[in-house]
């Protein structure tokens, strides 16, 4: 873990796993208070990329999330412009910079596009995962979700 301390990855995951455990593993983004759903989508999202990259984001349908607009708006709360710019990379892979709701025609645009230029953009948002713990980490705390959720022990 480059930059970050181990303490913010157990931080980020812990108030995860919380939140999911509340609300249900089937549960969908508008299910959550809007901070709770800023953690929720962007270590979901986070976990995905980072395990296969855009590609296995975008054939994963995030629930009430369909466009992945929720998930971009939350990097952006968070401050994460390395994850923000690749996320816009991504995104402009698909017309009107909007990934389409149907699986197969959203992987089929995608897959339109050079493997030089998708491992690009798969680099870009892995040389962003520290700043995503990091700003993710300090974004729990600004909004005392650390408090909220009985994780000071990890600090």
Known sequence: MGIIG??????CDNINRKIIKKYGEDSNATDFPEKERVVVLVWTATGIIENGGFQYLFSSLLPCDSHYRSTLESFRIIGSSKAVDALSKAFALFPNELPPDD???RMSLYKTHSQEELKSINITFYNALDEI??????F???NDLHIAW????VM
């Open 6 to 11: 181990d303490w913010e990855y157990r931080l």
């Open 103 to 105: 699986d197969s025609t």
């Open 133 to 138: 713990t990091h700003c993710l980490a300090q």
């Open 140 to 142: 729990i705390i600004k």
């Open 150 to 153: 009985n994780e000071i022990a």
